[in-house]
DNA sequence: CGGTTTTCTTGAACGAGTCAAATCAAGACG
DNA sequence: CGTCTTGATTTGACTCGTTCAAGAAAACCG
């Protein structure tokens, strides 16, 4: 780590606080979260902080570019330290557990759609929907059969 | 329209009820409704539909395949019967506008990840963030900064 | 037309997240 | 080092989207 969280807090115009850099801790370790997670966790560092605390927290960690939310549909929100780089998501549609992608190719044909129809479009995200390893030794071959069922039409790219 | 709805819901092994004409009737007009815009609008159809009959019609649909559900970060769920094909989708930052984006590029490099962290993937999903035209011309510039700026990091493709 | 099964209605409940007022702490300044 | 000002956290209540459960209604089969 270059700098430190002081430093960074400071640069983005943000007071040093008990709440945050416990947060920010949290966060390192896990790499993406959910609040309820981070409440645990922060909780063996700082046993008072508040659920509400947190949410204030990750605000304005967003906010101020330390962090990253990431809202997988039909979970709670989870919230990443990495940030500024160009990478998106793997997520499991069993556990909801998150992997890092990095995108591999430079330019992403796909990614700058052909119209645009009246948008200015200044984000495109990308969420790999799948099983991930522990959840497929856990799950009969079938089930796997349900859950894409349950999403065909999805789009393939 | 090859087929009727009915032939639709009997196809999928579901009954042909009037809730999920009146439904199927809305979404056609409205390709990216929500649920309470579809309870209101099938009322005028059928003036005593509840809100929990609307959540079970979808529910059916989309686990027929003949609907999609599409959850943009920070709104309530949407609906579209557009299904089985390969789309993607635009989102309005401002006012959660969605509209189609068809992806113009047969193989696209950047949705068949390198690395996939032993998950296995069936399911790559696009959402391009940015603001509609009509946003566009009702927001001072200077809002639309402040909107990139709560995103920074975001992905670009 | 009657019986069986699915679907809808009604009412209550849940989880994630937000709002607002009061308290408290961080950092600036003297 | 103490005080002051502003920003952050606590506490508590509350909203919203969605889900659950039991009984009533309707669709479909014969």
Same mark, same amino acid.
């Given at each position: ?30 790499? =993406? ?51 500024? /780089?160009? =990478? ?11 992997? /890092?992608? /990095? ?46 069922? /349950? ?7």
């Amino acid at each position: 780590m270059e700098t430190t969280w002081q430093e960074q807090l400071r640069a983005a115009g943000l007071r040093v606080t008990r709440p945050r850099l416990s947060v920010l801790q949290v966060l390192a370790e896990r790499p =993406h979260a959910d609040v309820d997670t981070i409440v645990t966790a922060a909780r063996t560092v700082h046993p008072t902080l508040s659920p509400q605390a947190v949410y204030g927290v990750l605000e304005a960690l967003v906010a101020g570019g330390l962090a990253r939310r990431i809202e997988p549909a039909g979970a709670p929100a989870l919230f990443e330290l990495r940030v500024g /780089d160009n =990478h998106h998501h793997l997520v499991c549609r069993s556990c909801v557990a998150v992997a /890092d992608v /990095d995108c591999t190719v430079g330019a992403a044909p796909c990614l700058t759609p052909s119209d645009t129809a009246g948008f200015v479009v200044d984000e495109a995200e990308v969420v790999f929907w799948g099983l991930c390893r522990a959840c497929r030794a856990q799950t009969p071959a079938d089930t796997v059969q349900v859950l894409q069922h /349950d999403n065909r039409g999805g789009a393939r790219g």
